[in-house]
């Protein structure tokens, strides 16, 4: 009988034993998949920190590359159909100032009297025709700006009429300002016939951009054949004409130099103001700077209705 309950209990140790042995076996597995696993995550976490320190480091150096490799003028690149004939909005706004007093002045001791009008704006297109590349990392155009009222954003009407100073008398009698006093009794005398007066009344679509007659610019041309119109308007021939041959930098060699100016119409510098510096044609058109520009830097615009570059 004690043989049989030994022999029982041998046979239960068995079993109990290889379980155990199993846990023992599953416990040792679970712990070196645990450290595996934990050092994949280390192994990532070190990865990722290096990745990241990597891209701190380089990222600006990417940024430049990715920027002067798109930031060029060529065709096939999205940049030159956007800088052929740029798609934002550009609005050219206009005050004029109205003499009130005109009855008063000049003739009495009455300074005069002036109101503003406006603003009066219109969306400007630019489009850059007969675009022409060189080897030398430069692209020539004729630009092209027209202007279209928008009266939607303005206050008055191109019919309102403005009395201002006649520009035409101002400027005739300016260039005999040096003269003796017979000649300028003359000039006084022949205002006088010809009905001219300090004071003018036109409308602002004349003043502006259509222009109106006036028999001092017609008589001018008789004597000053290279002047080139036979009206007076502060920008009449302007809308839908071009203003001059541009000679720019592409920036596929230098990316600093991108749509900087290499001359206009052929020339680095004008002849219309006294000194070197103020005659320099120098910046771009005003549409686009180089890229990746330092704050210190200035930038410049080229602007050929003012004859000069400015800041």
């Not at 009495?108 to 704006?121: C, D, H, M, N, Q």
Request: net charge neutral; proline share 5%; aromatic share 16%.
């Amino acid at each position: 009988m004690e043989e049989d309950d030994r022999s029982s209990d041998e046979a239960l140790l068995v079993p109990l034993s290889a379980r155990r042995n199993r846990r023992v076996l599953a416990d040792r597995w679970s712990t070196k998949r645990c450290r595996r696993c934990f050092g994949f995550l280390g192994f990532l976490g070190i990865f990722f920190l290096f990745a990241s320190l990597l891209l701190v480091l380089t990222f600006r150096d990417i940024v430049e590359y990715v920027v002067k490799k798109e930031v060029v003028l060529a065709p096939g690149k999205q940049i030159f159909e956007l800088w052929k004939k740029p798609p934002v909005p550009i609005h050219f706004t206009i005050y004029l100032f109205n003499i009130t007093n005109k009855n008063d002045f000049p003739f009495a001791e009455k300074k005069p009297i002036v109101e503003e009008l406006g603003p009066f704006v219109f969306k400007e297109v630019w489009d850059r025709q007969q675009i022409r590349f060189y080897r030398n990392d430069t692209v020539s155009y004729r630009m092209v700006k027209s202007y279209f009222f928008d009266p939607t954003l303005s206050k008055g009407s191109l019919d309102d009429v403005v009395h201002g100073v006649n520009m035409p008398l101002l400027t005739a009698a300016s260039m005999f300002k040096n003269s003796g006093p017979l000649m300028k009794i003359a000039l006084a005398a022949a205002f006088r016939f010809l009905d001219e007066s300090v004071i003018s009344e036109h409308t602002v679509r004349e003043l502006l951009f259509d222009g109106y007659d006036d028999i001092l610019i017609k008589i001018g041309k008789q004597f000053f054949h290279s002047y080139p119109f036979d009206k007076f308007g502060y920008f009449f021939a302007r809308n839908g004409s071009d203003i001059g041959n541009f000679n720019i930098f592409t920036g596929a060699e230098d990316s600093s130099k991108f749509s900087i100016i290499n001359n206009w119409n052929g020339k680095e510098y004008l002849d219309v103001w006294g000194t070197k510096q103020c005659n320099k044609i120098e910046g771009t058109d005003g549409s686009t700077f180089p890229p990746l520009l330092e704050s210190s830097r200035d930038l410049y615009a080229f602007i050929p209705e003012i004859g000069r570059a400015h800041v």
